[in-house]
């Protein structure tokens, strides 16, 4: 096994003091929930928060460790992991964490890079209080490569010739696209990255191409970045970006559901992911985590990995056994106890089951790490380290200014509903905690961004469907403030002509649509369509798709992506699903209306 660079752990914690703000999220996390392992009984219970990208194999090894006979003081333990994304708990610890909203308080922590314990210490010293993490033990490692529709890598001559940064770079500029290698009909070359500000898949993107900018694989320098080259070397990368986003799980999600429809060609021609993703994706599971009764079912086409010749970075999953006035020494002894259990040979080869590589330097890699899966376990052969604090803050306060610029108009529900209060115990409306979380989002758009918004409901008796207009898209710099006012003044009326509203501001962003840009829609609405008239609903429902279809009217040549909010318990958040997964995009989940904050954060990540 290649050993870590010995940097990486300690100059990303250091990095991410820093940016302590912008990092989110390494794992790309989907739902998060405690995972039901049975009644614990008597015993010692020792929580655990996990990153969701190993919450099946955790939940695996938390059964057969509780099966055990495992003691502390004479009571057995019993391990308990939830799934939560990385960043996401990092926050909850470092703040308040509501055990009735979040599930219970962990005793193990296990993000998926030990950069989030430096993170959660500065956070917490910050504040004047004591740190509550130490030194995580990797459990398990996995690079980051650049997954590739297998035809598009052969075609630039993969697995034989080497393929980098600087090689994508250079299809994105050419004007031929595809064509310069013979397939004219793949079209432009398409690029799905995610935020570096959410998502250390992002970040460990960004480090990676800026490397290859210059040709180093250390010692990167702020003069470095000043440099001409390196700036549009990063800004040419980035023009071929779809869209961004907190998570590859949209990535894989959305390619593996245009493979079902022989489309997979047409989505997009490359992600920076980690190498388990690709893994998951050959096996027919995109997403890591099989529901029960769900069958995996691999790709038509399957991807590879192209681990970058200029470099490339690792995750380690550590283990984090928290220093926290809630955790009590038998419940540290138990996590102990779990984490020798974890690093058993016999785990650590389970380990390799799940696509991960083994923490262990004793466990030999073996499948699924293979060429079979579109995996080389030689790679990578050059790790990169990861630059100074000073660097990296400069590094993506560089990259809010050459990323992808964005056309996006923010459709917001005023219907009735909206003026209910968001929970039994709240005395904030649904509506006004809508209008804080979009007031806040509104700053992690850059000035050169256009951004309109318009909001929908009915008249009184619901004859008549009102679509407003408040504000225009246009320059973000020239209207923040008419922005700002419009939403503080959103008060609600009546009903909800979600479907109306939707195809309207999608006709209009296409009629619109800036081929320099992320073209996209965000529709945040607490209801079902409810027009006034129920009849027509499928006939409405079944156009509004087939209009924003990719392969449909304006998808093909002016792609909108159409980003739905289900917001509370009575969103028709099926109905939002399928006309997010008809754009290529995702639904975001805000049932509980107390998370819209941080989820419309999650949607803006896209932008």
């Not at 001409?228 to 023009?239: A, C, L, M």
């Not at 006004?432 to 000035?447: G, P, V």
């Not at 951004?451 to 619901?462: C, H, K, P, R, Y």
């Not at 403030?481 to 009903?495: A, H, V």
Request: proline share 6%; net charge negative.
């Amino acid at each position: 096994m290649k050993n870590i660079s010995k940097n990486l752990l300690l100059c990303l914690g250091a990095v991410c003091l820093l940016i302590l703000s912008s990092c989110v999220d390494i794992a790309d996390d989907s739902e998060e929930g405690l995972i039901e392992l049975g009644d614990p009984g008597d015993c010692i219970v020792v929580d655990m928060s996990v990153s969701s990208e190993k919450i099946e194999l955790l939940t695996e090894l938390a059964e057969s460790f509780n099966s055990g006979d495992s003691e502390v003081d004479g009571k057995c333990v019993f391990v308990r992991p939830q799934k939560k994304a990385s960043g996401g708990a990092m926050q909850l610890l470092a703040t308040d964490w509501d055990e009735e909203i979040e599930g219970p308080k962990p005793v193990v922590w296990s993000p998926a890079a030990s950069t989030w314990g430096p993170i959660l210490n500065a956070k917490l010293k910050s504040k004047g209080e004591p740190e509550m993490v130490g030194e995580g033990k990797p459990f398990m490692l996995t690079p980051l490569v650049i997954a590739m529709p297998e035809p598009m890598a052969q075609a630039m001559g993969w697995p034989d010739t080497a393929i980098g940064w600087a090689d994508i770079l250079d299809l994105t500029q050419s004007e031929e696209g595809w064509a310069k290698f013979g397939h004219p009909e793949w079209g432009e070359f398409r690029l799905g990255k995610t935020n570096p500000n959410f998502s250390t898949s992002g970040l460990s993107a960004l480090i990676a191409q800026t490397y290859a900018a210059t040709g180093k694989s250390e010692n990167l320098t702020s003069e470095d970045l000043k440099r001409e080259e390196v700036i549009q070397f990063g800004t040419g990368v980035e023009e071929a970006v779809v869209h961004y986003g907190d998570t590859t799980l949209t990535f894989l999600n959305n390619w593996y559901r245009a493979d079902s429809r022989g489309a997979a060609l047409s989505y997009v021609s490359a992600a920076a992911v980690e190498e388990k993703s690709v893994v998951d994706y050959n096996l027919g599971n995109p997403d890591g985590v099989l529901d029960l009764g769900e069958e995996p079912r691999p790709p038509k086409i399957p991807l590879v990995a192209i681990y970058p010749k200029e470099g490339t970075i690792y995750s380690d999953n550590p283990f984090f056994v928290l220093d926290a006035d809630w955790v009590d020494e038998n419940e540290k002894m138990g996590a102990e106890l779990f984490q020798t259990f974890v690093q058993k040979t016999e785990n650590q080869e389970k380990v390799l089951e799940f696509g991960f590589r083994p923490g262990n330097p004793n466990v030999e890699i073996s499948d699924p790490i293979s060429a079979e899966n579109g995996l080389n376990p030689d790679e990578p052969r050059q790790l990169l380290e990861v630059p100074s604090s000073e660097v990296m803050v400069s590094l993506l306060d560089r990259w809010g200014d050459q990323r992808k610029g964005a056309r996006v108009t923010l459709v917001v529900d005023v219907s009735g509903s909206m003026g209910e209060f968001a929970t039994q115990d709240s005395r904030d409306t649904k509506l006004e905690l809508a209008k804080k979380a979009t007031l806040s989002a509104l700053d992690e758009f850059k000035d050169d961004d256009l951004i309109g918004l318009t909001i929908f409901t009915t008249d009184e008796n619901a004859t008549r469907s009102i679509i407003t207009e408040v504000v225009p898209v246009s320059r973000f710099g020239d209207q923040k403030q008419r922005l700002r006012q419009s939403i503080n003044g959103l008060t609600p009326k009546y009903g909800t002509p979600l479907f109306e509203v939707i195809k309207t501001s999608y006709s209009d962003a296409v009629e619109g649509y800036d081929p320099t840009r992320i073209n996209a829609i965000v529709v945040l609405s607490d209801g079902v369509n409810d027009d006034g008239n129920f009849d027509d609903d499928n006939q409405q429902l079944t156009e509004l798709i087939n209009l924003a279809s990719i392969g449909g009217e304006g998808q093909i040549s002016r792609p909108v992506r159409i980003f739905p909010i289900a917001y509370g318990q009575d969103a028709d958040s099926d109905t939002l699903e399928n006309i997010a997964e008809s754009t290529s995009s995702a639904v975001y989940d805000a049932s509980d209306p107390r998370s819209i904050e941080k989820v419309f954060a999650e949607v803006i990540s896209n932008f």
